[in-house]
Protein backbone atom coordinates (compact mmCIF):
# COMPACT_ATOMS: atom_id res chain seq x y z
CA UNK A 1 0.00 0.00 0.00
CA UNK A 2 1.35 3.23 -0.87
CA UNK A 3 0.98 5.76 2.29
CA UNK A 4 1.63 9.29 1.74
CA UNK A 5 2.97 12.09 4.16
CA UNK A 6 2.58 15.30 3.74
CA UNK A 7 3.70 18.96 5.82
CA UNK A 8 0.81 21.44 5.56
CA UNK A 9 1.51 23.77 8.29
CA UNK A 10 2.79 26.55 6.47
CA UNK A 11 4.35 26.13 3.12
CA UNK A 12 4.12 22.41 1.29
CA UNK A 13 7.14 21.65 0.18
CA UNK A 14 6.79 17.61 -0.74
CA UNK A 15 4.27 14.92 -0.92
CA UNK A 16 6.21 11.68 -0.79
CA UNK A 17 5.73 7.95 -0.54
CA UNK A 18 8.54 5.40 -0.42
CA UNK A 19 8.38 5.47 -4.21
CA UNK A 20 7.09 8.71 -5.20
CA UNK A 21 7.60 12.20 -4.59
CA UNK A 22 5.34 15.30 -5.57
CA UNK A 23 7.45 18.29 -4.93
CA UNK A 24 5.72 21.40 -4.03
CA UNK A 25 2.06 20.10 -4.42
CA UNK A 26 -0.50 22.62 -5.07
CA UNK A 27 -3.29 23.47 -2.93
CA UNK A 28 -6.18 25.57 -4.02
CA UNK A 29 -9.83 26.67 -3.55
CA UNK A 30 -10.39 24.34 -0.25
CA UNK A 31 -11.83 21.42 -0.89
CA UNK A 32 -15.28 22.13 -2.07
CA UNK A 33 -16.53 23.75 -5.41
CA UNK A 34 -16.51 27.28 -6.18
CA UNK A 35 -19.24 28.79 -8.84
CA UNK A 36 -20.25 31.77 -10.38
CA UNK A 37 -22.65 32.49 -13.45
CA UNK A 38 -19.89 31.78 -15.78
CA UNK A 39 -17.32 29.86 -14.15
CA UNK A 40 -16.88 26.80 -11.80
CA UNK A 41 -13.72 25.83 -10.25
CA UNK A 42 -13.40 22.99 -7.91
CA UNK A 43 -10.58 22.69 -5.31
CA UNK A 44 -7.70 20.70 -5.70
CA UNK A 45 -4.50 19.36 -3.90
CA UNK A 46 -2.41 18.02 -6.52
CA UNK A 47 -3.99 15.89 -9.29
CA UNK A 48 -6.91 14.05 -7.68
CA UNK A 49 -10.59 15.10 -8.93
CA UNK A 50 -12.47 12.35 -11.58
CA UNK A 51 -15.03 14.90 -12.64
CA UNK A 52 -15.37 17.77 -14.80
CA UNK A 53 -17.14 20.65 -13.65
CA UNK A 54 -19.58 23.22 -16.09
CA UNK A 55 -21.57 26.27 -15.94
CA UNK A 56 -23.74 27.59 -18.13
CA UNK A 57 -21.17 28.99 -20.52
CA UNK A 58 -18.32 27.05 -19.55
CA UNK A 59 -16.81 23.50 -18.76
CA UNK A 60 -13.36 22.80 -17.33
CA UNK A 61 -11.62 19.07 -17.48
CA UNK A 62 -11.45 17.08 -14.47
CA UNK A 63 -7.50 16.91 -14.21
CA UNK A 64 -4.99 19.60 -14.75
CA UNK A 65 -4.12 20.19 -17.69
CA UNK A 66 -1.20 18.41 -19.75
CA UNK A 67 1.44 20.98 -21.42
CA UNK A 68 0.14 20.50 -24.88
CA UNK A 69 -3.67 20.20 -24.05
CA UNK A 70 -5.97 22.29 -25.78
CA UNK A 71 -8.61 25.10 -23.95
CA UNK A 72 -11.91 23.65 -23.08
CA UNK A 73 -14.13 26.04 -25.48
CA UNK A 74 -16.46 28.27 -23.98
CA UNK A 75 -20.17 27.27 -25.63
CA UNK A 76 -20.65 27.69 -28.97
CA UNK A 77 -23.45 29.79 -30.68
CA UNK A 78 -25.38 27.65 -33.14
CA UNK A 79 -28.15 30.00 -34.84
CA UNK A 80 -30.17 30.33 -38.14
CA UNK A 81 -29.20 33.64 -39.90
CA UNK A 82 -30.83 33.19 -42.81
CA UNK A 83 -34.08 31.71 -42.88
CA UNK A 84 -32.04 28.40 -43.61
CA UNK A 85 -34.16 25.38 -43.54
CA UNK A 86 -31.35 22.30 -43.73
CA UNK A 87 -28.58 24.24 -42.06
CA UNK A 88 -27.83 26.12 -38.92
CA UNK A 89 -24.44 28.14 -38.62
CA UNK A 90 -21.82 27.21 -35.86
CA UNK A 91 -19.57 29.77 -34.61
CA UNK A 92 -16.70 28.43 -31.99
CA UNK A 93 -14.85 30.78 -29.89
CA UNK A 94 -10.89 29.28 -29.98
CA UNK A 95 -9.92 30.94 -26.87
CA UNK A 96 -5.73 30.67 -27.11
CA UNK A 97 -5.58 27.38 -28.84
CA UNK A 98 -3.45 27.36 -31.55
CA UNK A 99 -4.38 27.13 -35.03
CA UNK A 100 -3.73 23.71 -35.36
CA UNK A 101 -5.90 22.93 -32.95
CA UNK A 102 -8.66 20.22 -33.69
CA UNK A 103 -12.50 20.06 -32.88
CA UNK A 104 -14.99 17.75 -33.37
CA UNK A 105 -18.25 18.84 -32.93
CA UNK A 106 -21.45 16.83 -31.94
CA UNK A 107 -25.27 17.47 -32.54
CA UNK A 108 -28.37 16.64 -31.52
CA UNK A 109 -32.14 16.91 -31.97
CA UNK A 110 -33.21 15.57 -28.54
CA UNK A 111 -31.17 17.82 -25.76
CA UNK A 112 -28.01 15.37 -26.22
CA UNK A 113 -30.12 12.26 -25.06
CA UNK A 114 -29.07 10.93 -28.84
CA UNK A 115 -26.88 12.96 -30.85
CA UNK A 116 -24.65 12.69 -34.16
CA UNK A 117 -21.53 14.58 -35.38
CA UNK A 118 -20.39 17.03 -37.64
CA UNK A 119 -18.47 15.27 -40.35
CA UNK A 120 -15.84 16.76 -42.63
CA UNK A 121 -18.33 17.56 -45.43
CA UNK A 122 -20.20 19.80 -42.72
CA UNK A 123 -23.06 16.94 -42.84
CA UNK A 124 -24.07 14.78 -39.84
CA UNK A 125 -23.01 11.48 -39.49
CA UNK A 126 -23.31 8.79 -36.80
CA UNK A 127 -19.80 8.39 -36.62
CA UNK A 128 -16.52 10.64 -35.43
CA UNK A 129 -13.73 9.83 -37.74
CA UNK A 130 -10.16 11.08 -37.34
CA UNK A 131 -10.61 13.52 -40.58
CA UNK A 132 -14.01 14.83 -38.98
CA UNK A 133 -11.85 17.10 -36.46
CA UNK A 134 -11.73 20.26 -38.32
CA UNK A 135 -9.48 23.09 -37.41
CA UNK A 136 -10.45 27.20 -37.16
CA UNK A 137 -10.32 27.83 -40.34
CA UNK A 138 -12.13 25.17 -41.42
CA UNK A 139 -14.91 26.39 -39.29
CA UNK A 140 -15.21 29.71 -40.69
CA UNK A 141 -13.09 31.21 -38.24
CA UNK A 142 -14.67 34.04 -36.57
CA UNK A 143 -17.72 34.08 -38.96
CA UNK A 144 -18.56 30.44 -38.90
CA UNK A 145 -19.42 28.00 -40.88
CA UNK A 146 -22.86 26.12 -41.96
CA UNK A 147 -23.40 22.84 -40.78
CA UNK A 148 -25.97 21.36 -43.39
CA UNK A 149 -28.07 18.13 -44.41
CA UNK A 150 -30.07 18.84 -41.62
CA UNK A 151 -33.98 18.45 -41.17
CA UNK A 152 -36.69 21.20 -41.99
CA UNK A 153 -38.48 22.60 -38.68
CA UNK A 154 -36.22 21.23 -36.11
CA UNK A 155 -34.18 22.29 -33.21
CA UNK A 156 -30.82 21.74 -32.65
CA UNK A 157 -28.00 22.10 -29.96
CA UNK A 158 -24.06 21.56 -30.25
CA UNK A 159 -21.54 20.52 -28.33
CA UNK A 160 -17.60 21.08 -29.38
CA UNK A 161 -14.50 19.14 -27.89
CA UNK A 162 -10.52 20.03 -28.67
CA UNK A 163 -7.39 18.15 -28.58
CA UNK A 164 -3.89 19.58 -29.45
CA UNK A 165 -1.28 17.16 -29.39
CA UNK A 166 -1.73 13.33 -28.84
CA UNK A 167 -3.67 12.10 -25.99
CA UNK A 168 -5.04 15.82 -24.68
CA UNK A 169 -8.75 15.60 -26.32
CA UNK A 170 -10.38 17.84 -24.01
CA UNK A 171 -14.39 17.54 -22.66
CA UNK A 172 -16.91 18.63 -24.25
CA UNK A 173 -17.70 22.54 -24.29
CA UNK A 174 -20.70 23.81 -22.42
CA UNK A 175 -23.92 22.92 -24.40
CA UNK A 176 -25.01 25.60 -26.60
CA UNK A 177 -28.55 27.42 -26.97
CA UNK A 178 -30.99 25.85 -29.04
CA UNK A 179 -31.49 26.63 -32.95
CA UNK A 180 -34.60 25.80 -35.02
CA UNK A 181 -34.13 25.71 -38.85
CA UNK A 182 -37.16 26.43 -40.58
CA UNK A 183 -39.60 24.74 -43.42
CA UNK A 184 -38.53 25.40 -46.54
CA UNK A 185 -41.33 27.21 -48.46
CA UNK A 186 -42.97 28.54 -51.89
CA UNK A 187 -45.26 31.69 -51.78
CA UNK A 188 -47.12 33.69 -54.54
CA UNK A 189 -49.57 35.45 -54.75
CA UNK A 190 -51.71 38.07 -57.05
CA UNK A 191 -52.61 41.51 -56.08
CA UNK A 192 -55.63 41.35 -58.82
CA UNK A 193 -58.29 38.47 -59.46
CA UNK A 194 -59.01 39.95 -62.57
CA UNK A 195 -57.25 42.52 -65.02
CA UNK A 196 -60.17 44.74 -66.73
CA UNK A 197 -59.54 45.54 -70.11
CA UNK A 198 -62.21 48.10 -71.12
CA UNK A 199 -63.26 48.56 -73.96
CA UNK A 200 -61.71 47.21 -76.74
CA UNK A 201 -61.39 49.27 -80.29
CA UNK A 202 -59.17 49.11 -83.53
CA UNK A 203 -58.10 52.78 -82.46
CA UNK A 204 -56.70 52.33 -79.30
CA UNK A 205 -54.30 49.45 -77.51
CA UNK A 206 -56.09 47.86 -74.40
CA UNK A 207 -54.07 47.54 -71.60
CA UNK A 208 -54.15 46.26 -67.84
CA UNK A 209 -51.54 44.96 -65.16
CA UNK A 210 -51.27 43.25 -61.84
CA UNK A 211 -48.32 42.11 -59.34
CA UNK A 212 -46.86 39.08 -58.65
CA UNK A 213 -45.63 38.74 -55.29
CA UNK A 214 -43.35 35.64 -54.61
CA UNK A 215 -40.89 34.21 -52.04
CA UNK A 216 -38.73 31.41 -51.08
CA UNK A 217 -36.00 30.12 -49.39
CA UNK A 218 -35.09 27.75 -51.65
CA UNK A 219 -31.36 27.74 -52.70
CA UNK A 220 -32.11 27.02 -55.56
CA UNK A 221 -34.53 29.86 -56.38
CA UNK A 222 -37.92 29.88 -58.15
CA UNK A 223 -39.33 29.98 -61.31
CA UNK A 224 -42.76 31.31 -62.21
CA UNK A 225 -44.78 30.08 -65.73
CA UNK A 226 -47.63 31.72 -67.29
CA UNK A 227 -50.44 29.90 -69.31
CA UNK A 228 -53.66 30.08 -70.60
CA UNK A 229 -55.19 30.78 -73.29
CA UNK A 230 -56.05 34.41 -75.41
CA UNK A 231 -59.08 36.16 -75.12
CA UNK A 232 -62.36 34.62 -76.40
CA UNK A 233 -65.93 35.79 -76.63
CA UNK A 234 -68.09 32.32 -77.99
CA UNK A 235 -66.64 31.20 -80.93
CA UNK A 236 -64.72 34.38 -81.71
CA UNK A 237 -60.85 35.14 -80.34
CA UNK A 238 -58.46 37.54 -80.55
CA UNK A 239 -55.36 36.11 -82.16
CA UNK A 240 -52.74 35.65 -79.57
CA UNK A 241 -49.36 37.13 -80.55
CA UNK A 242 -47.18 34.01 -80.66
CA UNK A 243 -44.10 33.23 -79.05
CA UNK A 244 -42.15 35.75 -80.96
CA UNK A 245 -41.92 39.26 -79.48
CA UNK A 246 -43.46 42.04 -81.17
CA UNK A 247 -44.49 46.08 -80.96
CA UNK A 248 -48.10 46.76 -79.96
CA UNK A 249 -49.84 47.61 -83.09
CA UNK A 250 -53.16 49.13 -83.41
CA UNK A 251 -55.77 48.16 -86.02
CA UNK A 252 -54.13 43.86 -85.89
CA UNK A 253 -55.27 41.61 -83.26
CA UNK A 254 -53.20 41.02 -80.65
CA UNK A 255 -52.94 39.30 -77.14
CA UNK A 256 -50.09 39.16 -75.15
CA UNK A 257 -47.87 40.51 -72.03
CA UNK A 258 -44.58 41.25 -70.43
CA UNK A 259 -42.97 41.89 -67.74
CA UNK A 260 -41.18 45.35 -67.95
CA UNK A 261 -41.83 48.95 -67.60
CA UNK A 262 -43.46 50.08 -71.06
CA UNK A 263 -43.77 53.46 -72.95
CA UNK A 264 -45.38 52.44 -75.63
CA UNK A 265 -48.12 51.71 -74.37
CA UNK A 266 -47.31 53.28 -70.85
CA UNK A 267 -48.13 50.23 -68.62
CA UNK A 268 -46.26 47.86 -66.18
CA UNK A 269 -43.26 48.44 -64.00
CA UNK A 270 -39.59 46.84 -64.06
CA UNK A 271 -39.40 43.67 -61.41
CA UNK A 272 -38.56 44.93 -57.88
CA UNK A 273 -36.10 42.39 -55.98
CA UNK A 274 -32.40 41.22 -56.27
CA UNK A 275 -31.54 38.03 -58.41
CA UNK A 276 -34.27 37.95 -60.94
CA UNK A 277 -34.67 37.23 -64.44
CA UNK A 278 -37.22 37.71 -67.07
CA UNK A 279 -37.36 35.41 -69.48
CA UNK A 280 -37.24 35.44 -73.19
CA UNK A 281 -39.96 36.48 -75.26
CA UNK A 282 -40.89 38.73 -72.14
CA UNK A 283 -38.09 40.60 -71.41
CA UNK A 284 -37.65 43.28 -73.80
CA UNK A 285 -39.76 46.76 -72.97
CA UNK A 286 -42.23 47.64 -75.42
CA UNK A 287 -42.19 44.02 -77.08
CA UNK A 288 -45.08 41.65 -76.12
CA UNK A 289 -45.61 37.78 -76.96
CA UNK A 290 -47.97 34.98 -75.78
CA UNK A 291 -47.75 31.62 -76.84
CA UNK A 292 -51.42 29.78 -76.63
CA UNK A 293 -51.88 26.12 -74.15
CA UNK A 294 -48.00 26.43 -73.59
CA UNK A 295 -46.71 26.72 -69.75
CA UNK A 296 -44.38 29.96 -71.15
CA UNK A 297 -41.57 30.21 -68.19
CA UNK A 298 -41.61 33.88 -67.28
CA UNK A 299 -38.93 34.78 -64.59
CA UNK A 300 -36.79 33.02 -62.53
CA UNK A 301 -34.48 33.50 -59.30
CA UNK A 302 -31.15 31.26 -58.51
CA UNK A 303 -31.15 31.77 -54.74
CA UNK A 304 -32.78 32.53 -51.47
CA UNK A 305 -35.95 35.06 -52.58
CA UNK A 306 -37.00 37.39 -50.47
CA UNK A 307 -40.22 38.97 -50.93
CA UNK A 308 -40.44 40.32 -54.32
CA UNK A 309 -42.61 41.63 -56.73
CA UNK A 310 -43.05 41.14 -60.56
CA UNK A 311 -45.84 43.05 -62.73
CA UNK A 312 -47.31 41.31 -65.58
CA UNK A 313 -48.89 43.61 -68.48
CA UNK A 314 -50.98 42.59 -70.25
CA UNK A 315 -52.21 44.73 -74.24
CA UNK A 316 -55.35 43.92 -76.39
CA UNK A 317 -55.62 45.26 -79.93
CA UNK A 318 -58.86 44.58 -82.07
CA UNK A 319 -59.31 44.72 -86.30
CA UNK A 320 -61.67 46.16 -87.60
CA UNK A 321 -63.13 42.75 -88.19
CA UNK A 322 -62.91 41.72 -84.82
CA UNK A 323 -66.46 40.34 -83.44
CA UNK A 324 -68.14 42.67 -81.01
CA UNK A 325 -68.57 40.45 -77.78
CA UNK A 326 -67.16 40.16 -74.45
CA UNK A 327 -64.20 38.71 -74.51
CA UNK A 328 -62.39 36.85 -71.59
CA UNK A 329 -59.61 34.70 -70.71
CA UNK A 330 -58.11 32.89 -67.86
CA UNK A 331 -54.38 33.64 -66.94
CA UNK A 332 -52.23 31.03 -64.88
CA UNK A 333 -49.25 31.46 -63.02
CA UNK A 334 -47.76 28.53 -61.46
CA UNK A 335 -44.74 28.86 -59.01
CA UNK A 336 -42.16 25.82 -58.72
CA UNK A 337 -38.40 25.92 -56.83
CA UNK A 338 -35.59 25.58 -59.14
CA UNK B 1 -50.89 31.57 -50.36
CA UNK B 2 -47.73 29.46 -49.59
CA UNK B 3 -46.58 25.80 -49.35
CA UNK B 4 -44.23 24.26 -47.60
CA UNK B 5 -41.97 22.16 -47.88
CA UNK B 6 -41.24 23.96 -51.34
CA UNK B 7 -39.74 20.59 -52.53
CA UNK B 8 -39.37 16.36 -50.67
CA UNK B 9 -36.88 13.61 -51.49
CA UNK B 10 -38.25 10.45 -51.49
CA UNK B 11 -36.47 7.06 -51.91
CA UNK B 12 -38.95 3.93 -52.12
CA UNK B 13 -39.54 0.62 -53.64
CA UNK B 14 -42.11 -0.86 -55.35
CA UNK B 15 -43.06 -2.63 -52.13
CA UNK B 16 -43.61 0.49 -50.29
CA UNK B 17 -46.46 3.16 -49.96
CA UNK B 18 -44.66 6.29 -48.81
CA UNK B 19 -46.68 9.17 -46.91
CA UNK B 20 -45.92 12.97 -47.65
CA UNK B 21 -46.82 16.10 -45.69
CA UNK B 22 -47.82 19.55 -47.52
CA UNK B 23 -48.42 22.38 -45.31
CA UNK B 24 -50.75 25.07 -47.18
CA UNK B 25 -50.89 28.59 -45.85
CA UNK B 26 -53.48 31.30 -46.80
CA UNK B 27 -52.11 34.35 -45.76
CA UNK B 28 -54.45 36.24 -47.29
CA UNK B 29 -57.76 38.44 -45.25
CA UNK B 30 -60.32 36.16 -47.08
CA UNK B 31 -61.69 32.53 -46.88
CA UNK B 32 -60.63 30.76 -49.38
CA UNK B 33 -61.16 27.27 -51.12
CA UNK B 34 -57.84 25.02 -51.75
CA UNK B 35 -57.58 22.59 -54.65
CA UNK B 36 -54.48 20.18 -54.96
CA UNK B 37 -54.05 18.02 -58.16
CA UNK B 38 -51.12 16.47 -59.50
CA UNK B 39 -48.93 16.65 -62.27
CA UNK B 40 -46.24 14.78 -63.86
CA UNK B 41 -43.06 17.26 -63.59
CA UNK B 42 -40.88 14.70 -65.52
CA UNK B 43 -41.64 15.66 -69.17
CA UNK B 44 -38.92 12.48 -71.04
CA UNK B 45 -41.18 10.21 -68.57
CA UNK B 46 -44.16 8.30 -70.33
CA UNK B 47 -45.12 6.46 -67.07
CA UNK B 48 -47.98 8.45 -65.46
CA UNK B 49 -45.99 8.81 -62.61
CA UNK B 50 -48.82 11.66 -61.21
CA UNK B 51 -51.27 8.41 -60.44
CA UNK B 52 -49.03 7.39 -57.45
CA UNK B 53 -50.55 10.18 -55.58
CA UNK B 54 -53.29 9.57 -52.91
CA UNK B 55 -54.81 12.30 -51.24
CA UNK B 56 -56.64 12.59 -47.20
CA UNK B 57 -58.38 15.68 -48.49
CA UNK B 58 -57.53 17.32 -52.07
CA UNK B 59 -60.13 19.81 -51.94
CA UNK B 60 -61.23 21.83 -48.81
CA UNK B 61 -61.90 25.40 -47.06
CA UNK B 62 -59.27 27.54 -45.66
CA UNK B 63 -59.92 30.01 -43.66
CA UNK B 64 -58.05 33.61 -43.70
CA UNK B 65 -54.72 33.78 -42.23
CA UNK B 66 -54.61 29.83 -41.48
CA UNK B 67 -53.02 26.79 -42.37
CA UNK B 68 -53.88 23.26 -43.12
CA UNK B 69 -51.93 19.93 -43.24
CA UNK B 70 -52.39 17.87 -45.88
CA UNK B 71 -51.34 13.93 -46.19
CA UNK B 72 -51.01 12.46 -49.19
CA UNK B 73 -49.42 8.64 -50.62
CA UNK B 74 -46.90 7.58 -53.19
CA UNK B 75 -47.83 4.35 -54.38
CA UNK B 76 -45.80 3.32 -56.85
CA UNK B 77 -46.59 1.01 -59.57
CA UNK B 78 -44.33 -1.85 -60.36
CA UNK B 79 -44.59 -1.24 -63.90
CA UNK B 80 -42.20 1.65 -63.71
CA UNK B 81 -38.44 1.01 -64.44
CA UNK B 82 -36.12 1.85 -61.41
CA UNK B 83 -34.69 5.64 -61.70
CA UNK B 84 -35.61 9.23 -61.05
CA UNK B 85 -39.37 10.62 -60.49
CA UNK B 86 -40.52 13.79 -60.35
CA UNK B 87 -44.10 14.39 -59.36
CA UNK B 88 -45.82 18.50 -58.34
CA UNK B 89 -48.23 18.63 -56.06
CA UNK B 90 -50.25 21.60 -57.85
CA UNK B 91 -52.20 23.87 -54.79
CA UNK B 92 -55.00 26.68 -56.29
CA UNK B 93 -56.93 28.90 -54.34
CA UNK B 94 -60.47 29.87 -55.80
CA UNK B 95 -62.72 32.53 -54.70
CA UNK B 96 -66.05 31.61 -56.35
CA UNK B 97 -67.38 34.91 -55.71
CA UNK B 98 -64.91 36.54 -58.14
CA UNK B 99 -66.75 36.97 -61.69
CA UNK B 100 -63.97 37.60 -64.01
CA UNK B 101 -64.83 40.44 -66.80
CA UNK B 102 -61.89 40.66 -69.24
CA UNK B 103 -58.85 38.32 -67.52
CA UNK B 104 -58.82 36.71 -64.21
CA UNK B 105 -55.00 35.55 -62.84
CA UNK B 106 -55.19 32.36 -61.23
CA UNK B 107 -52.15 31.20 -59.26
CA UNK B 108 -50.79 28.19 -58.54
CA UNK B 109 -48.38 26.46 -56.57
CA UNK B 110 -46.35 23.64 -56.80
CA UNK B 111 -44.69 21.40 -54.05
CA UNK B 112 -42.19 18.96 -56.32
CA UNK B 113 -41.86 15.58 -55.07
CA UNK B 114 -38.45 14.11 -56.29
CA UNK B 115 -38.24 10.45 -56.05
CA UNK B 116 -35.83 7.97 -56.35
CA UNK B 117 -37.82 4.66 -57.19
CA UNK B 118 -36.31 1.34 -56.81
CA UNK B 119 -38.53 -1.17 -58.85
CA UNK B 120 -38.03 -5.03 -57.28
CA UNK B 121 -38.58 -6.36 -60.77
CA UNK B 122 -35.90 -4.48 -62.41
CA UNK B 123 -32.86 -6.45 -61.56
CA UNK B 124 -30.35 -4.84 -63.41
CA UNK B 125 -30.96 -1.73 -60.83
CA UNK B 126 -31.50 -1.08 -57.54
CA UNK B 127 -29.41 0.28 -54.66
CA UNK B 128 -26.09 -1.62 -55.14
CA UNK B 129 -26.82 -0.80 -59.20
CA UNK B 130 -25.32 2.39 -57.88
CA UNK B 131 -21.44 2.73 -58.08
CA UNK B 132 -20.59 3.46 -54.53
CA UNK B 133 -16.88 3.96 -55.08
CA UNK B 134 -16.98 5.76 -58.70
CA UNK B 135 -18.48 8.02 -61.31
CA UNK B 136 -21.55 8.39 -59.02
CA UNK B 137 -20.33 12.87 -59.62
CA UNK B 138 -17.90 13.39 -61.50
CA UNK B 139 -15.80 16.89 -61.18
CA UNK B 140 -13.95 18.37 -64.49
CA UNK B 141 -13.29 22.24 -66.06
CA UNK B 142 -11.56 22.83 -63.18
CA UNK B 143 -10.17 26.83 -63.40
CA UNK B 144 -9.27 29.79 -60.90
CA UNK B 145 -8.87 33.26 -61.02
CA UNK B 146 -5.16 33.36 -60.83
CA UNK B 147 -5.29 37.32 -60.78
CA UNK B 148 -6.55 37.51 -57.98
CA UNK B 149 -5.25 40.62 -55.39
CA UNK B 150 -5.56 40.31 -52.10
CA UNK B 151 -8.51 40.40 -50.30
CA UNK B 152 -10.62 39.74 -52.84
CA UNK B 153 -12.03 36.04 -52.72
CA UNK B 154 -10.29 33.72 -54.40
CA UNK B 155 -12.54 31.64 -56.96
CA UNK B 156 -12.70 28.29 -57.85
CA UNK B 157 -14.85 26.80 -60.33
CA UNK B 158 -15.69 23.39 -61.81
CA UNK B 159 -18.17 21.32 -63.15
CA UNK B 160 -20.34 18.77 -61.62
CA UNK B 161 -21.71 15.76 -63.21
CA UNK B 162 -24.40 13.67 -62.31
CA UNK B 163 -23.07 10.02 -63.73
CA UNK B 164 -25.92 8.11 -61.78
CA UNK B 165 -29.24 7.11 -62.97
CA UNK B 166 -31.10 8.71 -59.91
CA UNK B 167 -31.42 12.18 -58.10
CA UNK B 168 -28.60 13.63 -55.96
CA UNK B 169 -28.00 16.57 -54.14
CA UNK B 170 -24.22 17.36 -54.33
CA UNK B 171 -22.23 18.96 -51.24
CA UNK B 172 -18.78 19.25 -50.57
CA UNK B 173 -16.19 21.80 -49.91
CA UNK B 174 -13.01 23.58 -51.47
CA UNK B 175 -9.74 23.58 -49.39
CA UNK B 176 -6.95 25.36 -49.79
CA UNK B 177 -3.53 23.70 -48.17
CA UNK B 178 -0.24 24.63 -47.95
CA UNK B 179 2.77 22.63 -48.78
CA UNK B 180 2.84 20.92 -45.53
CA UNK B 181 -0.55 19.72 -46.43
CA UNK B 182 -1.99 21.94 -43.73
CA UNK B 183 -5.36 23.53 -44.25
CA UNK B 184 -4.79 27.67 -45.17
CA UNK B 185 -8.75 27.62 -46.07
CA UNK B 186 -11.81 26.00 -46.52
CA UNK B 187 -15.42 26.79 -48.07
CA UNK B 188 -18.26 24.47 -48.48
CA UNK B 189 -19.55 24.15 -52.04
CA UNK B 190 -23.17 26.63 -51.22
CA UNK B 191 -24.98 24.53 -53.89
CA UNK B 192 -27.23 22.34 -51.47
CA UNK B 193 -30.04 21.07 -51.82
CA UNK B 194 -29.97 22.05 -55.25
CA UNK B 195 -30.70 18.86 -57.09
CA UNK B 196 -28.65 17.42 -59.99
CA UNK B 197 -30.63 15.37 -62.60
CA UNK B 198 -29.52 11.98 -63.51
CA UNK B 199 -26.89 13.04 -66.34
CA UNK B 200 -27.21 16.53 -65.98
CA UNK B 201 -23.61 18.59 -65.62
CA UNK B 202 -24.31 22.23 -63.84
CA UNK B 203 -21.92 24.95 -63.14
CA UNK B 204 -20.40 25.54 -60.09
CA UNK B 205 -17.89 27.68 -58.36
CA UNK B 206 -16.73 28.90 -54.66
CA UNK B 207 -15.45 31.42 -53.38
CA UNK B 208 -12.37 31.37 -50.88
CA UNK B 209 -13.06 34.65 -49.12
CA UNK B 210 -9.83 36.53 -48.20
CA UNK B 211 -7.72 33.79 -48.91
CA UNK B 212 -4.12 34.30 -47.58
CA UNK B 213 -1.17 36.93 -47.94
CA UNK B 214 1.38 34.84 -49.16
CA UNK B 215 2.64 33.85 -52.59
CA UNK B 216 4.06 30.08 -53.58
CA UNK B 217 2.87 26.83 -53.91
CA UNK B 218 -0.53 25.57 -52.95
CA UNK B 219 -3.01 22.81 -53.29
CA UNK B 220 -6.27 23.01 -53.81
CA UNK B 221 -8.93 19.90 -53.18
CA UNK B 222 -12.80 19.67 -54.25
CA UNK B 223 -14.42 17.14 -52.67
CA UNK B 224 -17.67 16.70 -53.46
CA UNK B 225 -20.61 13.76 -53.09
CA UNK B 226 -24.16 12.98 -53.99
CA UNK B 227 -25.83 12.97 -50.86
CA UNK B 228 -25.07 9.65 -48.83
CA UNK B 229 -22.91 8.55 -51.60
CA UNK B 230 -18.73 8.02 -51.50
CA UNK B 231 -17.21 11.86 -52.27
CA UNK B 232 -15.32 12.79 -55.87
CA UNK B 233 -12.39 14.27 -55.44
CA UNK B 234 -10.26 16.84 -57.57
CA UNK B 235 -7.02 18.25 -56.55
CA UNK B 236 -4.70 21.23 -58.30
CA UNK B 237 -1.29 22.39 -57.46
CA UNK B 238 -1.40 25.87 -58.00
CA UNK B 239 1.12 29.01 -57.55
CA UNK B 240 -0.83 31.82 -56.05
CA UNK B 241 0.25 35.76 -56.59
CA UNK B 242 -1.85 38.18 -54.87
CA UNK B 243 0.02 41.20 -56.59
CA UNK B 244 -1.32 43.90 -53.79
CA UNK B 245 1.15 41.67 -51.62
CA UNK B 246 4.02 42.26 -54.47
CA UNK B 247 2.93 46.08 -54.20
CA UNK B 248 3.76 46.49 -50.51
CA UNK B 249 7.05 45.09 -50.78
CA UNK B 250 8.04 47.28 -53.27
CA UNK B 251 6.85 50.38 -51.22
CA UNK B 252 9.11 48.69 -48.61
CA UNK B 253 12.48 48.26 -50.64
CA UNK B 254 11.41 52.32 -51.88
CA UNK B 255 11.41 53.49 -48.33
CA UNK B 256 14.62 51.60 -47.44
CA UNK B 257 16.47 53.08 -50.64
CA UNK B 258 14.80 56.71 -49.49
CA UNK B 259 16.26 56.68 -46.15
CA UNK B 260 19.78 55.48 -47.52
CA UNK B 261 19.95 59.00 -49.66
CA UNK B 262 19.73 60.59 -46.14
Known amino acids: MTVFSSSLASAVEQTSSDNYIIEQPSFSGGSNTSDSDNFSTRGTVGDTSDLGLESDNYSLDATEAASRQADVLPKPTLENDNDYFDRLRITIDEQDNPSDTKYAIAISKDNFSTFSYVQQDLTIGSSLSSEDWLIFAELGEADGELIIGLDENTSYKVRVAAFHGDFSTTRYSATSDEATTSSSYLRLSSDKESCSLGTLTELATATCNYNLSFSSNYYGGLKITTSGSTLTSGGNKIEAIGSTAVASQTGIEQFGFNAKANSNPAVGQEPVGSNITINNPFTTKDLFAFSENIEQDTLTTDSITATSTSTISIIVNAASDTEPGSYQTTITHTIYAN | ?262
Open chain 2, 1 to 262: MSVSPAKQHLTISSTQNEPVKLIVRNHSTKNTTINIETRNLDSSSTSRVEEWVTYSNNNFNLNANSSQEVMAEINPSNSVPSGAYSIGLVVSASDPSVESQNATVDTQITSTILINYFSNSDTSAGIEGIDLNTEALEISSYKINNNYFWPQALRVEFNLKNNSKFFGVPHGLVRLTNSKGEVVKQAKINISAKELMPEQTAEYYVDISKPFFTTGNFNIEIIASLQEEKPAVMQKNVFLFPWVGVLILLLIYGGFKLKAKH
